[in-house]
């Protein structure tokens, strides 16, 4: 898959928006599908993310937060049916407000893997656009 990115701006400075992307009480009200999220350990470099969205029976993942750069930047890591994908947030100061950018790379290990990436790749895009967009109208009620 090749990487997809979406983009959103937002009114509030970088240091008000990086805490929704990774802390458990945050995520569940912007992410769509989601059935749990956990962070084991505290939230930084290392640490795991656990979480099972209610897609094809319940996929349940664990990311590992590769990188934490509060408020510039955080990538995570997960590996799921042969496929291996890194999903990176990068925020950029805009006048008083940020522009949230989330990439997502995908990268098939295997015959299922690049059968799989296909099919579900423009549902995921879908997924991603649609969750940033609802950030957003979370942050601007708040």
Known sequence: MPSFSHSVELTQPPEAVFPWLLEEDKVPQWTSDLQSYSVEGPLAQGATVR??????GGIKLNMEIVAY???RAAETRFETNGVKVVS????TPNGGGTTL?????????GLTGRMLIPVVQ?????KLTADL?????????S
């Open 88 to 91: 990176e947030y990068s925020l």
């Open 51 to 56: 979480q099972t969205l209610e897609v094809a």
């Open 69 to 71: 750069d509060p408020p």
């Open 133 to 141: 967009e609802r950030l957003r109208e979370v942050l601007s009620g």
């Open 122 to 126: 423009g549902r995921l895009e879908k």
């Open 101 to 109: 950018t989330q990439t997502l790379e995908a990268k098939a290990g």
